[in-house]
């Protein structure tokens, strides 16, 4: 039996804290920076900032409210142009303030896609998924409406 020696290393790499992105306030992003269910919050920071809402009502279980996060919402386009011209939020319509808001917007299907004004006046709504330039195409129609 022949045994041979087993080496190890351990490589220490010095993090800079400063240079990690640990926030997800950033210039530029992968992906639609959203308010996470508190829409009361981004009504505020709308109404602040005049800027149009931009809400994504899902639910947990929808097949393809998980598709518009994990291609369309990703898209860098999509996310470079949403962070600049909208307050994103995103709610679970069946938890929290969720199912008050789906009764009061009478949410028929998820996922659904609605634009606000910076008074949370609603402009334009869809349902169902969308690809990166059919979401663009909607904000884009939303912003006309200004």
């Known amino acids: 039996m022949l ?8 490589v220490y790499l010095k993090a800079d804290p400063e240079n990690l992105n640990i926030t997800s ?19 505020k920071k709308a109404s602040a900032q005049k800027k149009y809402i931009f809400v994504d009502c899902y639910a947990t279980w ?6 518009l996060k994990i291609q369309t919402f990703s898209n860098k386009k999509v996310a470079d142009f949403f962070n600049d011209k909208f307050v994103n939020v995103s709610i679970d319509m069946e938890k929290g303030q969720g199912p008050k808001l789906a009764e009061l917007w009478k949410i028929q299907a998820y996922p659904t896609l609605i634009i606000f004004d910076e008074n949370a006046k609603p402009v334009l709504g869809t349902m169902g998924f969308m690809k990166a330039d059919e979401l663009m195409r909607f904000a884009q129609e939303a912003l006309a409406k200004k």
């Open 3 to 10: 045994l041979l020696p087993v080496f190890f290393s351990v």
């Open 25 to 43: 306030k950033t210039v530029s992003a992968d992906k639609i920076d959203f308010v996470e269910n508190d829409w009361n919050a981004a009504v």
């Open 62 to 67: 929808c097949g393809p409210c998980k598709m």
